[in-house]
């Protein structure tokens, strides 16, 4: 992220003034976001983004995890946000749940869903998140609730089908004012390309899917999340004996370096996220872990695969996901991951994840769903601590932002931001 001065913002339909801040005001304020000098922007001023995910739409209960037997609420996880200043949440949901307004939640997963449609639940998720000023990022994670593929598409649903249930969920929730944006498809890998000609380049189909979206619902005004491609989906910047050659799935956008993304339309630029997944040795190993130089040798990997991008193509930059258990050699690589984001800049991020059911990383909460993990919450404070606020609810005819500063100094106005080229 690009130096950024720390500020209080309110844009209110009727307002008074406000102490110690910026006031500004408008007969009925728009939420304006845009991706710019390697920022997050909303309404004109950067916002520090500290994100957690919370996972379960798009599995087989079609809904949160947690929310089941009296484990938690929405409102309890939402709390928990709302006190370690988690101001955005990425929500993934599978295409089948999409495509199909009338989901059903599996019996006994939601003790509070009172109707037993997913769709019910997102709807109640973004009324609540908004009371909270917690703003959500939909992510379409899977196409069915069994498992992840490789691509976009599959013998079962086509590229028209992720257009046509992204034009669903935006119809729903497309204006909803704590929606963040969309990110367009999760960890596209193995057979997925960019920019190589093949009909399976993943940079021509987010230009593609994004056109059609646009067209069929030109409301559309959200942020774009673009993630990368696997290890071997590009034309390589480093040889397979680089250390920089190994990437996490969605964590390869080499291709940026030479196709970046167009959308055609200024606009839709202005929107573009690049969101790299990036993950430690206990998610996926990688011969860089296992060097007598680790975690030491991490930055300059690190400055290699992603960390020139904002510098080169002026977009925000948003790890979409990070994390693992925090014990032995991960420990060392998440302390390392966080110390390096700081220093270039880049703190704008989700940490997989809020549920403690996730089997290779661990959760935010501790298995009873209440606890905190204190030493990650310490580690993710230490990488955003002062992140935006909401100070009071996202409302249609209300906005009021404390926009916090980023965590370095070099990272303020008058320092120094991230490498230009790769």
């Known amino acids: 992220m690009a130096p950024a001065a720390q500020a209080l913002v309110c844009l209110l339909a009727l307002c008074a003034s406000v102490q110690g801040g910026l006031l500004s005001r408008a007969a009925k304020p728009e939420v304006r976001w845009k991706s710019a000098g390697g920022n997050l922007m909303l309404n004109g001023l950067p916002f520090n983004l500290k994100g957690a995910n919370w996972f379960g739409f798009e599995t087989e209960i079609n809904v949160p995890h947690g929310l089941w037997g009296g484990a938690t609420t929405m409102d309890r996880v939402l709390k928990f946000c709302r006190e370690n200043k988690i101001n955005a949440l990425r929500i993934p949901v599978s295409l089948s749940l999409a495509l199909d307004p009338d989901t059903k939640v599996q019996a006994g997963s939601c003790d509070e869903c ?22 959500i990022l939909l992510d379409m994670h899977r196409l069915n609730n069994q498992q992840q593929g490789e691509l976009w598409w599959d013998n079962t649903h086509s590229e028209a089908d992720l257009v046509k249930g992204w034009v669903n969920l935006l119809k729903r929730f497309g204006q909803t004012p704590n929606l963040l944006g969309i990110d367009l498809k999760n960890e596209p890998h193995g057979q997925a390309t960019w920019g190589m000609g093949k009909s399976t380049d993943w940079d021509a189909a987010a230009v593609r899917i994004v056109t059609a979206i646009k067209s069929a619902y030109p409301a ?28 996490n799935w969605g964590g390869n956008l080499d291709g940026v370096s030479y196709k970046p993304i167009d959308f055609g339309s200024k606009d839709l630029n202005d929107l573009l996220v690049y969101s790299p997944h990036v993950y430690g040795p206990s998610v996926a190993d990688q011969p860089y872990f296992n060097t007598a130089t680790f975690p030491d040798n991490m930055p300059g990997i690190w400055d290699e695969q992603f960390g020139w991008i904002e510098g080169s193509s002026g977009k925000a930059v948003v790890t979409g996901e990070w994390g693992g258990w925090y014990t032995g050699q991960d420990k060392l690589w998440q302390e390392a991951w966080v110390k390096y984001l700081r220093s270039r800049c880049l703190g704008d991020n ?4 809020i549920n403690p059911d996730s089997s290779d990383t661990g959760g935010l909460l501790l298995n009873d769903w209440t606890t905190p993990d204190a030493a990650k919450m310490a580690l993710l404070s230490k990488l955003q601590p002062t992140p935006s606020v909401f100070t009071s609810p996202i409302l249609d005819g209300a906005l009021c932002v404390d926009h916090g500063a980023a965590a370095a100094e070099q990272c303020r106005p008058g320092g120094t931001t991230s490498p230009s080229s790769p």
């Not at 559309?220 to 910047?237: A, D, K, P, Q, S």
Request: net charge positive.
């Open 114 to 135: 009172s109707t037993g449609r997913s769709w019910d639940v997102l709807d109640a998720l973004f009324g609540k998140a908004a009371a909270k000023g917690v703003l």
């Open 220 to 247: 559309f005004n959200r942020l774009i999340f673009v993630e990368g491609v696997g290890t071997e989906g590009t034309y390589h910047m480093f040889n397979t004996q680089h250390p920089s050659y190994y990437k």
């Open 350 to 353: 989700f940490v997989w994840c």
